[in-house]
C-alpha cells in the first residue's frame, strides 16, 4: 500500500460518519417527561444535594468512578514529537479507545495548551472533581518527570504517565520469566541500556524494585555513556559509571541483558555474539527494534528476545498493563497508583504467561498449544483472562498498601463482576482476523464493478487477510477504483464474458455439463452460463482456482445459492442447506439460524440445522449452549409447531448426547437464568450462557435477526452459508463495507477449514499476481 493511499483510508476512518472514534452514551432512561425530570431539574438536585452533605457520594450517584482522564499538551505524540495539543487528539481519543475495549473504563481526553509543568499540574489539580483517574500520555521529558510527581502527591485519585510507567510494567514481568528461563538472579546480572528518556528510566528503576542493583547498570543516551563527569544528569546519577570513554559496543560484552528504548539497528549481531551465556535481549524501538529479530535469533541459539512489535514473539505491549491496572485502581478507589500495585501487575503478569493458554489464544494466533519459553515469556494481548488477572491483583495490593478507600470482599464475585463488563464480539473479530492472516486464501469476489466490494477487497488485500480475486468488466472496475483513489496494482480482474476466458470458460463448461447433463442442462447451456459471474466464480471454487467465493451484494439470494448448489454441492450427509447470522452483541457473539433459506423446515430437517449450526460455532473456537425456540416452554403448548421444535431436539440429542441444547422453549426463557433455575432446573441450560438460537421457521429467525441489527444495534455477519461443500459466502442487498470484510474473514477462515490440503502460499507463491501481496504483508 501506498503512503498516499494509507494516508487516505486513515483521514477517512477519522472522519466518516461521525467524526473522531467516540462518543458519550446515557446510561439511563431519557425518552419521557419524567425520565427527564430526573435526569435534571428538579430531579437532580436530590444527588446533588446527597454529594454536597458528603463528596464520597459523588461516587455513587455519578460516573466519576470509572471515568479517566487521558491528558496530553502534545508534546511528545508517538514518533512524531512535539505536534501540539490539537494534533495530538486523535491519539488520545486512540488511548480511550483501548481503556473502553479491553478494561470498560469510560474515558474523557483532554488536551490542554500548556507547556509550562507547573502551570499545567494546576490545570490537570483542578479537574480532579470529575475523574477517578488521571492517565497522562505523551508529554515530553524532563518536564513529565515533574508533572507526575506533582499530581501523585497533590491529587487523592490514580495519576500513572504510561508512557513511562507502561512499558516498565510489561518489560519486567517480560524480564522476571527471561531469568527465571536462562537461569538468572536478577541481582547478579549486568544490564545495558540504550536510551534513557522517561520509558528506558522507569524500566530500570522498577528492576532496582525487584532486586536489580544500580552498580549493574551501564546507560547509554545520545550523549553517550552516563558516567558520573557529566553535569546533566540529575536523578540518573546513582546509574552512572566511571568510565566516560566506555561505548556500546564494549558495554555489550559479557552483559546478561540488553534492553533497547532508542532506534533502530543500534545493535550488531557481533555484539550479540559477545554477551554473556544465555543472553536477553528487550529491542523495543518502533518500528526497527535496535537489532531486527532474525539477527538476533541467528547470532545466538540460546538468546531470549522481546520486542515492542506484534509480528514477532514476546511483543512488550503497553495495552497489557494499563487498562488492567487502572480498572484495579477504580474499583478501589485508590488514591494513587503506588510501586506495590505496579508490582503487583508485574507478578500478575508474569505469573499468568506460566499458566496453561485457552484454546481461544491458540485460535488467535495459529498455534497448536502456546507454552511458557523463550518464544512466550508475557501473555498475548488477546488473552481474555488479562482483566480477571491483572485487576484484582492490584485492586489488593492498594487495599494491602492502604491507598484503597474501598474493600473488595469476596474476590469471586470480583473476579465474575469483571468477566461480566465486556462482551467477546470485539475480542471474536480480532481473534477471527489473526487466524485469517495467518494464512490467507484466494478469494473471489463476484461483483467487483461495485464500489463497495472494490473498497472491501482493498482493505482485505492490504490486512494481509485474503487474495482477492476480481470478477467483472475490467474497464468498468479501474474506472471505479480510479474515481475513488482505490489501489488495484498486484490484483487479478478476470471478466467471464470476455474473449481471453474462452478457454477457461470451455473447460469449466465441460465439468458443469457432467455435473448436470441429466438434470435439465444441455451442452449449449453448461457452456453460455460460464458467462455469469456466480458460475464462473463457484467453478473457480470447485476446481481449486481460488479458495472461496463471496457474492450477493446486488442480487437476490437465490441467485447466488443456485450456482453454489449446482456447481459445488452439498457436505456429505447435508440434504438441506442453511443459513446463519453472527450476531456481536454487548453480552458477546450469538449465532441465530436458519434465518435465510428453508421457509418451514421438518423436525429432522431443523435437527440437521442445528448440528451443522453447532459445527459451525465451534470453528469459531465456542462451545455452542443451544436454545431451540418456539412459543411454548418444555411442553406448555401441544400445537404442532411447538411439537415439531420438541422432536427436533430429541433427534439432536439422539445424534449428539454431549451437545448442550434445549428446548422448545421461548426466547425470553433462554436469556433469563433465574427464571429458567426456578421454574426449568431439569434443562440443560441452567447456569449456561447460551450463544445460539435455532428458529422452528424462516420467518420467525428472519424477523428476529432484522431487529436485533436495527433495534438492538448489534454488528451482524453473515448470512453464513451452512452445508456447502466448499467455501461460498452470500453477501445481504446493501451489505456496508464493514460487512464485506468481515464475511471476507468468515470466507478465509472457512477456506482454510475446508481446502488446506496445500497451503495457498505455495499456490500463489510462483504467481506473479501475488508478490505485491508478499512485499505488503512484509511492510505491515
Not at 361 to 373: C, D, H, Q, R, T
Not at 606 to 628: D, H, S, W, Y
Amino acid at each position: 500500500m501506498s503512503k498516499e493511499t494509507r494516508k487516505s483510508q486513515a483521514l477517512e476512518y477519522h472522519a466518516k460518519g461521525r467524526p473522531g472514534k467516540i462518543e458519550v452514551v446515557p446510561t439511563k432512561e431519557a425518552k419521557t417527561q419524567r425520565d427527564l425530570s430526573l435526569a435534571y431539574s428538579p430531579g437532580v438536585a436530590e444527588p446533588c444535594k446527597e454529594i454536597a452533605l458528603n463528596t464520597e457520594n459523588v461516587y455513587q450517584y455519578t460516573a466519576k468512578g470509572n471515568l479517566v482522564a487521558v491528558i496530553s499538551n502534545g508534546t511528545a505524540v508517538l514518533g512524531l514529537g512535539d505536534i501540539g495539543p490539537e494534533a495530538s487528539k486523535p491519539v488520545m481519543e486512540g488511548k480511550g479507545v483501548l481503556f473502553k475495549i479491553f478494561a470498560d473504563i469510560d474515558v474523557f481526553d483532554i488536551e490542554v495548551n500548556e507547556k509550562d509543568p507547573v502551570k499545567f499540574v494546576e490545570i490537570v489539580k483542578a479537574l480532579e472533581p470529575t475523574f477517578g483517574g488521571i492517565n497522562l500520555e505523551d508529554i515530553k521529558a524532563p518536564e513529565c518527570f515533574y508533572i507526575e510527581d506533582q499530581l501523585k502527591k497533590q491529587l487523592n485519585i490514580p495519576v500513572m504517565h504510561d508512557d513511562q510507567h507502561g512499558t516498565a510494567i510489561i518489560s519486567a514481568a517480560a524480564l522476571l520469566n527471561a531469568l527465571e528461563l536462562q537461569k538468572k538472579k536478577i541481582d547478579k546480572v549486568r544490564f545495558v541500556v540504550n536510551g534513557a528518556g522517561a520509558a528506558a528510566m522507569a524500566c530500570v528503576r522498577l528492576y532496582v524494585e525487584l532486586g536489580a542493583k544500580h552498580e549493574n547498570f551501564t546507560l547509554f543516551d545520545k550523549d553517550g555513556v552516563l558516567h558520573k563527569g557529566r553535569t546533566d544528569l540529575g536523578d540518573k546519577m546513582p546509574f552512572a559509571v566511571k568510565q566516560a570513554d566506555a561505548t556500546l559496543e564494549k558495554a555489550m560484552k559479557d552483559a546478561d541483558v540488553f534492553l533497547g528504548l532508542s532506534v533502530g539497528n543500534v545493535l550488531t549481531a557481533e555484539m550479540v555474539q559477545s554477551m554473556a551465556r544465555n543472553p536477553i535481549v528487550f529491542a523495543m524501538a518502533n518500528p526497527d527494534p535496535e537489532i531486527a529479530y532474525e539477527t538476533a535469533v541467528a547470532a545466538r541459539k540460546d538468546i531470549i528476545m522481546a520486542t515492542g512489535r506484534s509480528d514477532y514473539p514476546n511483543q512488550v505491549n503497553n495495552v497489557l498493563g494499563f487498562p488492567f491496572i487502572f480498572r484495579g485502581a477504580l474499583d478501589v478507589r485508590a488514591r494513587q497508583i503506588n510501586e506495590e500495585m505496579k508490582l503487583a501487575a508485574v507478578r500478575a503478569l508474569a505469573d499468568l504467561a506460566k499458566t496453561p493458554v485457552p484454546d481461544i489464544v491458540n485460535l488467535a494466533y495459529n498455534e497448536k498449544n502456546i507454552v511458557f519459553g523463550p518464544t512466550y515469556i508475557i501473555p498475548k494481548p488477546l488473552d481474555p483472562r488479562l482483566l480477571s488477572t491483572v485487576a484484582p491483583a492490584v485492586a489488593k495490593a492498594a487495599m494491602d498498601s492502604g491507598v484503597a478507600t474501598v474493600q473488595i470482599k469476596d474476590w469471586n464475585a470480583y473476579s465474575v463482576e469483571l468477566n461480566k463488563r465486556l462482551g467477546l464480539d470485539n475480542q471474536l473479530m480480532r481473534v477471527i482476523g489473526n487466524l485469517a492472516r495467518k494464512d490467507p486464501k484466494r478469494v473471489v469476489f463476484a461483483e467487483a464493478d461495485n464500489l463497495k466490494i472494490l473498497k472491501a477487497a482493498q482493505i482485505a488485500f492490504e490486512e494481509g487477510i485474503a487474495y482477492p480475486i476480481l470478477l467483472g468488466d475490467e474497464k468498468k472496475i479501474r474506472e471505479i477504483a480510479l474515481r475513488n483513489q482505490i489501489e488495484l496494482d498486484g490484483l487479478p480482474i478476470i471478466d467471464p464474458r470476455s474473449d481471453d476466458q474462452e478457454e477457461k470458460r470451455k473447460a469449466y463448461g465441460q465439468i458443469f455439463f457432467q455435473k448436470r447433463q441429466r438434470k435439465g442442462i444441455n451442452k449449449y447451456e453448461a457452456f453460455k452460463i460460464m458467462r455469469d459471474r456466480n458460475y464462473y466464480g463457484c467453478m473457480m471454487v470447485e476446481t481449486g482456482d481460488a479458495d472461496a467465493m463471496i457474492s450477493g451484494l446486488t442480487r437476490n439470494y437465490d441467485e447466488t445459492i443456485r450456482p453454489a448448489i449446482q456447481v459445488i454441492g452439498t457436505e456429505d450427509g447435508v440434504k438441506k442447506i442453511a443459513g446463519m447470522y453472527l450476531l456481536l452483541t454487548k453480552k458477546g457473539p450469538l449465532f441465530l439460524a436458519d434465518t435465510t433459506v428453508n421457509f418451514n423446515p421438518t423436525a429432522e430437517e431443523l435437527a440437521e440445522i442445528t448440528l451443522m449450526v453447532a459445527k459451525e460455532v465451534r470453528n469459531f473456537n465456542l462451545t455452542p449452549r443451544i436454545a431451540m425456540l418456539s412459543y411454548s416452554n418444555f411442553g406448555s403448548s401441544a400445537s404442532p409447531e411447538a411439537k415439531l421444535v420438541a422432536e427436533a431436539r430429541r433427534i439432536v440429542k439422539e445424534r449428539n448426547p454431549s451437545l448442550i441444547v434445549d428446548g422448545e422453549m421461548q426466547a425470553s426463557i433462554a436469556f433469563d437464568k433465574k427464571i429458567l433455575k426456578e421454574n426449568y432446573p431439569f434443562s440443560e441450560l441452567v447456569d449456561q450462557d447460551v450463544n445460539t438460537l435455532i428458529f422452528p421457521n424462516l420467518a420467525a429467525g428472519n424477523v428476529a435477526y432484522n431487529l436485533l441489527k436495527e433495534v438492538g444495534g448489534a454488528d451482524a455477519i453473515g448470512p453464513i452459508l451452512l452445508g456447502i461443500k466448499k467455501p461460498v459466502h452470500v453477501l445481504q442487498l446493501g451489505s456496508s463495507v464493514r460487512s464485506i470484510y468481515n464475511m471476507a474473514l468468515v470466507a478465509v477462515i472457512d477456506a482454510q477449514i475446508k481446502c488446506n490440503k496445500i497451503p495457498t502460499a505455495e499456490i500463489v507463491g510462483k504467481s506473479k499476481w501475488w508478490k505485491k501481496f508478499r512485499k505488503v504483508s512484509r511492510d505491515m
